[in-house]
């Protein structure tokens, strides 16, 4: 498995192992170049297979009822979907080790072969695996043998559903924080900010200045822990899809951070914040 940054009441600290970073090479979180390939032929048979793969599981999983529920479910969300989600940002200038992880947890920067031990609920490992030799990066807090929490940090572009294509470009200087999960046991034990704070020191340490976040309105747990973390919202986004039909709009705009999010989603601004 990767590489301790932190862990739990132990003085915080950047482990030699971790510059190494994935395949050896030093991690440059503000490497563009390789975050930014734009899709070509091997995404789309790799999207063709994981598809498949995908299915198959599913079938296996949750039986031929719970296949054709879901894929109805998916049907109405690509005729109508409303999404409300808050951004957050947190100014990596301004990040204090305030938190420890709970005792004997360690929080690790995983590689690629370390993808299965991510606690993701809706991506393959193959996939995580295939960000992860792409740049972005995969975090692990483990207990052990358990995995307590993981997220993933995307460099130069991020997922999200609301950009045309499925990801947005990461404005420069930033990183976005995303699949945040904490396993049930560990959750309330404030795994999640402190995994947090630890990452955004690292990622200030290697040249990034804002890590950005989005968390869904009505996500009460999750809104909590990342204002412990210090990051502030900085502007709500609206995603209204009708058919083939999209709009995304931002309004509590806060601050340039929350313009430039706007700006990255090409979304109208209808209200400003501060
Ligand atoms: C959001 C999440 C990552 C927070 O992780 P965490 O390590 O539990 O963080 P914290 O310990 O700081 O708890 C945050 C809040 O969760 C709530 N919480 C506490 N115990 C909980 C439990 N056993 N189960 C669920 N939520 C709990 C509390 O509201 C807590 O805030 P409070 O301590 O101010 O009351 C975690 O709840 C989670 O994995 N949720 C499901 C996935 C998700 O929504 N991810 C975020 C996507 S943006």
């Not at 390789?34 to 995908?54: E, S």
């Amino acid at each position: 498995m990767g590489c301790p940054i932190g862990r739990g009441h132990h003085s915080s600290r950047l482990g030699t192992a971790a510059q190494s970073g994935v395949n050896g090479r030093v991690p440059m979180l503000l490497d563009h170049v390789a975050a930014t390939r734009p899709f070509d032929a091997r995404d789309q048979r790799a999207r063709g297979v994981t598809a498949l793969r995908r299915g198959r599981e599913a079938f296996r999983r949750h039986g031929g009822r719970g296949v054709l529920r879901t894929g109805a479910q998916r049907v109405a969300a690509r005729l109508y979907l409303r999404e409300d989600h808050v951004w957050y940002a947190l100014p990596l200038g301004s990040v204090q080790l305030s938190r420890e992880l709970p005792a004997d947890l360690e929080l690790v920067r995983a590689k690629p072969d370390d993808a299965a031990l991510a606690v993701q609920h809706d991506r393959r490992p193959d996939e995580i695996a295939r960000q992860v030799d792409e740049g972005h990066e995969l975090w692990i807090v483990r207990d052990d043998g358990r995995v307590a929490f993981s997220c993933r940090i995307y460099v130069g572009r991020a997922p999200a559903i609301a950009a045309p294509g499925g990801w947005f470009a990461v404005p420069r200087g930033w990183v976005c924080l995303e699949d945040s999960i904490t396993s049930p046991d560990y959750r309330g034990r404030g795994v999640a900010p402190a995994a947090w704070e630890h990452i955004a020191a690292h990622a200030h340490t290697h040249g990034a200045d804002t890590m950005v976040t989005k968390v869904a309105r009505e996500n009460t747990p999750s809104r909590k822990a990342v204002s412990k973390a210090g990051f502030e919202e900085v502007g709500m986004m609206r995603l209204t899809r009708i058919g083939p039909r999209r709009d995304v709009r931002f309004s509590n705009v806060v601050g340039e951070r929350g313009k430039a999010l706007a700006q990255a989603f090409g979304a109208r601004v209808v209200s400003s914040g501060r």
